[in-house]
């Protein structure tokens, strides 16, 4: 059986349809997309109505929430804001109801735990080791016998490793393709689809299969020129546009 996980599509549609094209190729049983789906970018309704029409598993980001609760959206640098308040005024009702039924953090059939930033926190971070071994003590707490975790939220690909004495670590991805072992626990993030800030532009996703279980990382590139002039006939800050050519 094989999954797909995807994050951070942050509205950009042309990166979302390249990913499921690629997606569709490889026979996933289900697709799940781990948040910020919305923000940044200039298609907030395809993408919504896209997500809702596949049928995928879906985790609340913070641009998800900052979309549909202003007052939350206050706290976001400008240039997330300034797109932040767009995506408001551009979703429809049925849209934002689709975004507020959302829920941040939940377990996939008792055996992965799927949340946008940190586990009960889509604004938190998993950046840095302190904060991953805080989200391995909440797995071994609070869903005792979930051993891999899967979010998204930094925009960068990340493996994180528990082994059975409790030493974190943060793995080297030399390999696209990568076996876990089912003694450890993990913490993985595919990377984004919409926004890459690994310096490369090409969208960013992941295939995780069981028996054996392994994850592959892969990316796909897309019709970037025409994702940005959506953003430039939107109005939305240019740098929001240049940014998808530098993978920042
Ligand atoms: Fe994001």
Known sequence: ?????????HSNLEAFRAVLVEIDKENVSLIVNLGDLVGYNASPRECVDLVKQRQMISILGNHDRAAIEPKFAEGFNILAYQALVWSSKSLAPKHKRFLEDLEHTKTLWDRYLLFHGAPGNPAAYLSFLFQTKRAFNYMRKKTPGVRIGFFGHTHHRAVWQRDVRGKVSRLEMSHDDLLLDPEQMYLINPGSVGQPRQRQWKASYLIFSNEPQTIQFRSVAYDLHSAQTKIRTAQLPEYLAER????I
Request: avoid cysteine; charged fraction near 25%.
């Open 1 to 9: 059986m094989k999954i797909a996980f995807i994050s951070d599509i």
């Open 244 to 247: 998808l050519a530098e993978g």
